[in-house]
């Protein structure tokens, strides 16, 4: 597992997601309180145990040993990653290091050593034979002590308290879990009968391996007589008796982790009814733990989400003459759809809406790198297709993942009352024109490849707005949404909503809104929708 070490200072942050965002904001993985440090100042990419940096965008900067990062960067183990007020050293741990064990490392021995007093097959769900007042006292005991809590830190060290409160003889107790993205067991929690926490837990991978592969909990009466703990130095400086490995499995079989009970004591043996009331145990303890990664991944998900709609615009403009509306719901938690406001010199407004490919946090990693990128282009650029070359240029860099956004651009001319409007392969604009009932695609001429492709000049129209005229933005989440019968919404039924719709813009966008829904009835959506309208009313 890599991790990342502060330098002067005292801690030290494991990767284990396949995303770690770094910056000031409280819904970072790894929250840096000083001033100079952007809300989101920069991410480490796990792709497939090969660790990558990257900035976003930040004001201020990330220097990776030394020098300016400018694009996505291959980390190794020693790199000197620096941040306004906070240096850190990237570091991987070989897999038999301290702190992991490698899942299924080594292969299971075919039959159990004669050291090992029995195992119980937990596929067979032989708990149902477990004597009753045994099966009661565990079920109790877990659930009085996990019912209180959902947070991961919180649950695994009641577990093993509960466990120490069944189990009074046990002298040590600890749970390994599965990394899902490293397939490395991890120590969560350790618990001593004197009370001693601090580091690692002693254990044999072979046990553990035999349990995990074969889906058996395993009792062995000497691990100080087991051939597999033979001139094992831990287990002999600890003494090492009696041991019960019980692998924690999911309600559909997958291994999440261990849990593993030991004694010193010569007398302390573990008996077959113990190993039949740790497995009641597990079995608590394992739904426990499923629902409080549940509950990690919703609250992740949840400062994805509050993330992401800090980069949206918090109110709609107010011009002289004009309208606006909006509407975004993305098809997951987080999505990939973008919009914004923009406000330019020379009293032009720009109004931005895109699509970037993909859905999840990814896809809304993207919009947020894209939502920083247009503005600073925008601003930059003295003409609407050299910002979006610009902007395409900050998008096309190595380690995209061949991602890519579509983009449309209307800035608006608040004195000439004009739009100059510059596609990047996004669906056209829909113009509704005052007075005739018509309904026309706006700009399908010079639509251009979508950012992130590759270098090209972008080409831009111009048209007047006149008043009563009303332009609609959307991503194709409106156009591909589906009823329960599985057809698509499509262009030719949108027209139809926007031509049918009332002369206002906020009544316009419901309308087009409740039309969607009205179509996909109970349907969830299959894509993020965005609508943007904005109209000329005098």
């Known amino acids: 597992m890599a991790v990342l070490r ?4 005292e801690y030290e942050y494991p990767l284990r997601g396949k995303v770690t965002l770094l910056g000031r904001d409280l819904g970072c993985n790894i929250i840096i309180n000083v001033g100079q440090v952007s809300s989101c100042h920069a991410l480490i990419v796990n792709l497939g145990g090969v660790y990558y940096v990257e900035d976003l965008r930040s004001l201020n900067g990330t220097s990776l040993n030394g020098k300016p990062l400018h694009q996505r960067t291959r980390l190794a183990s020693g790199d000197r990653l620096e941040l306004p007020g906070a240096t850190f050293t990237f570091q991987t741990e070989p897999a038999d290091g301290p702190g992991a064990v490698p899942l299924l490392a080594e292969p299971p021995p075919t039959e159990p050593p004669s050291s090992i007093l029995s195992s119980i097959e937990l596929a067979r769900g032989p708990y149902l034979q477990v004597a009753p007042e045994a099966k009661l006292r565990a079920v109790l005991e877990i659930a009085r002590y996990l019912g209180t ?20 003889h046990a002298d040590q107790g600890f749970i390994l879990l599965r990394d899902p993205s490293t397939g490395l067991l991890d120590p969560k929690a350790v618990r001593h009968r004197s009370g001693r926490r601090e580091g690692p837990p002693v254990f044999s991978r072979t046990v553990i391996n035999h349990a995990l592969a074969s889906g058996r909990a395993v009792l062995s009466a000497d691990a100080g007589q087991d051939e597999r703990f033979n001139y094992s130095e831990s287990v002999m400086q600890l003494r090492l008796r009696s041991v019960m490995c019980m692998p924690l499995l999911s309600q559909g079989g997958a291994p999440l982790g261990v849990i593993q009970l030991d004694t010193q004591e010569r007398g302390a043996v573990f008996r077959q009814e113990d190993l039949e009331v740790l497995l009641c145990a597990s079995t608590q303890a394992a739904r426990a733990v499923e629902l409080a990664q549940l509950y990690e991944e919703r609250r992740d998900l949840e400062a994805a989400r509050r993330i992401q ?20 719901a993305p098809a997951l938690h987080v999505g990939g759809d973008y919009f914004d406001y923009i406000p330019l010199p020379g009293n032009r407004l720009a109004v931005a809406l895109g699509d970037v490919s993909g859905k999840g946090v990814s896809a809304a990693l993207l919009m947020a790198r894209l939502s920083a990128a247009a503005r600073f282009s925008l601003a930059s650029e003295g003409s ?10 900050l998008l096309t860099r190595p380690g995209s993942e061949g991602r890519f956004v579509t983009c449309v651009f209307a800035v608006l001319n608040l004195d000439q009352h004009t739009m100059t409007l510059v596609n990047a392969g996004h669906l056209p604009p829909l113009r509704r024109r005052a007075g005739q009932g018509v309904v026309e695609d706006v700009g399908d001429a010079v639509v251009g490849l979508p950012l ?3 270098d090209r000049p972008y080409e831009e129209m111009v048209a007047p707005l006149e008043p009563g005229d009303t332009v609609v933005l959307y991503t194709d989440g409106v156009t591909e949404a589906r009823n329960p019968q599985g057809e698509l919404y499509g262009i030719d039924r949108l027209r139809a909503a926007v031509k049918s719709a009332p002369n206002d813009v906020e009544a316009l966008g419901n309308a087009i809104l409740a039309d969607v829904r009205a179509f996909a009835g109970d349907r969830p959506l299959g894509d993020d929708l965005t609508i943007v309208c904005f109209g000329r009313v005098c």
């Open 309 to 328: 709609t800090s980069f949206l615009p918090a109110q709609r403009p107010v011009a002289i003459g004009l309208r606006f509306y909006d509407h975004y």
């Open 149 to 168: 809590t959902l947070a991961l830190d919180d649950v695994l060290p009641k577990t093993l308290e509960a466990l120490f409160s069944i189990f009074p």
């Open 6 to 9: 502060e330098i002067h200072g």
């Open 452 to 454: 992130g492709v590759f």
């Open 384 to 393: 609407v297709p050299a910002a979006v070359r610009q902007l395409n240029n």
